[in-house]
């Protein structure tokens, strides 16, 4: 099992490397972490975008592009297509975005003749070194649905088990929070944990051992639990914390980010491939190591 970044970085550099499509690469911060992702042999990269611009930036930051791929393609939507397509081939093996919309990304996965899609609803993923505990903490989902149906609350679910199974958790716990740990008929998030709890004990959700409600607190705290007496296999112990909205997920992510200190690392999932969607105001580490851990799904 990965518990720690460190160790997510020394897992991928065990294994061949694996080839990152970046789409419209013709952006500072991404050839930064292109560069020191190259530096530490995470990957091999293929860059699709603007070629005089990527080489100018380059120059600039007096990085060498000599190992790197680079197909000149300076519409932005084209370039992302490209990236895809370079991806669903086979000729790449995990998607970047670059200095691209993510909405104009998602619309090259979702495209319906060199996409990646499979059936399933694309979500959010972050995984977290939190000091407190000895393990990765995963949330979701945070940046892309906004209000899920129960259904893709169980896609959700299934998609972040998939990311544990590759940081070796399995079977998974997954916490689905609500504000409390009581089933309310008032309160729907509660109605829809329990649901999902039971859609999971009866073999609708894989490779998860799923419990909700359950608020933050007695999911990732064992001592909270016990106070209130709850007995669960989840309680405490959870590896994964499904928000019940964007809004909640948005804030927890965050307030880990800047009030704990951890670094958002991070795939969207339920495509073929991963996908690495790295923010500008991300730090430069958390970028090489959302890169890792794109790698290293895409090794699954």
């Known amino acids: 099992m990965i518990k720690s970044y460190q160790e997510l970085l020394a897992a ?71 990236a895809v397509s370079l991806v669903s081939r086979g000729e790449a ?18 495209d319906k003749e060199v996409g990646l899609r499979t059936g399933r609803v694309l979500s959010h993923a972050a995984a977290f070194e ?10 979701t989902d945070g940046g892309m ?24 958790i399995t079977p998974a716990k997954v916490a689905v929070l609500a504000a409390v740990e ?36 007695n999911a990732i705290s064992e001592e909270a639990a016990r106070h209130k007496g709850i007995n669960s296999p989840v309680a405490g112990l959870a590896d994964i914390l499904l928000v019940p909205d964007i809004e909640a997920g948005n804030m927890l992510v965050k307030s880990l980010v800047y009030f704990g200190g951890s670094k958002l690392v991070g795939l969207v999932l339920g495509a073929a491939k991963p996908v690495v969607v790295t923010s500008r105001a991300d730090s430069h580490e958390a970028k090489i190591l959302s890169i890792a851990l794109g790698v290293l799904s895409g090794h699954q």
């Open 12 to 82: 991928v550099r065990a294994l061949p490397p694996k080839r990152v499509a970046v789409a419209a690469a013709q952006d500072d911060a991404v050839l930064e972490a292109v560069q020191g992702a190259k530096a530490q042999g995470l990957a091999d990269f293929v860059l699709v975008g603007d070629k005089t611009k990527i080489q100018n930036l380059a120059d600039r930051m007096d990085i060498s592009l000599a190992d790197l791929t680079v197909v000149h393609e300076p519409d932005d939507r084209k370039a992302a297509f490209h």
């Open 130 to 139: 939190v000091a407190s505990l000895n393990r990765l903490l995963i949330v």
């Open 182 to 217: 009581l089933v309310n008929p008032d309160m729907p998030a509660t109605m829809e944990a329990a649901a999902l709890a039971k859609m999971a004990e009866r073999g609708q959700i894989k490779g998860a051992i799923v419990d909700g409600p359950l608020a933050l607190d």
């Open 93 to 110: 093996d995990v998607l970047m975005k670059g200095l691209i919309g993510t909405a104009d990304l998602l619309r090259a996965v979702l």
């Open 145 to 168: 649905n906004i209000n899920p149906t129960l259904q893709q609350k169980a896609d959700i679910i299934q998609n972040s088990v998939a990311l544990a199974k590759t940081l070796g």
